[in-house]
């Protein structure tokens, strides 16, 4: 079943975008575009290292110019950042596209938040409890930006089943 245009994954870090969005793209017989790797594979740089020396508007910035340039891909599964979706800007380039919420439980991104390897900037120096907060308050500041997608996928599952709930959802 290829894609008429491309499909972009949202939702907070440790939502499973790249996972889910590896895996649907291999059923779906498209490419598969993580925007972090985008980013630092253009930069040359890390998105830790970006956050560090030049902060976090400089990404952000960085995020939608990245984000302009996929829309000339076709046939694609776009991983976002955790905040790649939640501006206005973002949302205008997106508005005709594919957009899928991936939801999970705050609960959920805690778990995983405290067993990931990957280096996260703006969560990787909290304790615990400062996670919590952390994904309490932005959580909810986040959540109407990401209400805006069209397609809500509850996703604290295995990835299998969300790929497939997914792809029957698209069909």
Not at 23 to 49: M, N, S
Not at 82 to 90: H, K, R, S, T
Not at 165 to 170: A, T
Request: proline share 3%; glycine share 6%; aromatic share 8%.
């Amino acid at each position: 079943m290829p894609l008429s245009g491309n499909l972009y994954l949202t939702g907070f870090m440790a939502s499973g975008k790249t996972t889910t969005g590896q895996l649907l793209a291999h059923r779906l017989g498209a490419r598969f575009v993580d925007l972090d790797a985008y980013i630092e594979q253009k930069h040359k740089t890390t998105i830790p290292e970006i956050f560090a020396e030049q902060g976090e508007p400089a990404f952000r910035d960085m995020e939608l110019k990245a984000l302009v340039e996929l829309q000339s891909f076709t046939n694609t599964v776009v991983a976002l950042g955790g905040g790649a979706f939640c501006n206005e800007a973002a949302q205008a380039l997106l508005k005709d596209a594919k957009v899928i919420f991936l939801d999970v439980s705050a609960a959920t991104l805690a778990h995983r938040l405290k067993h990931d390897s990957n280096e996260r900037p703006l969560v990787a120096a909290l304790s615990d409890d400062e996670l919590e907060a952390y994904l309490q308050r932005t959580l909810q500041q986040r959540r109407a930006w990401y209400d805006r997608a069209p397609i809500h996928i509850q996703s604290d599952g295995a990835v299998d089943a969300i790929v497939q709930h997914i792809i029957e959802k698209l069909a």
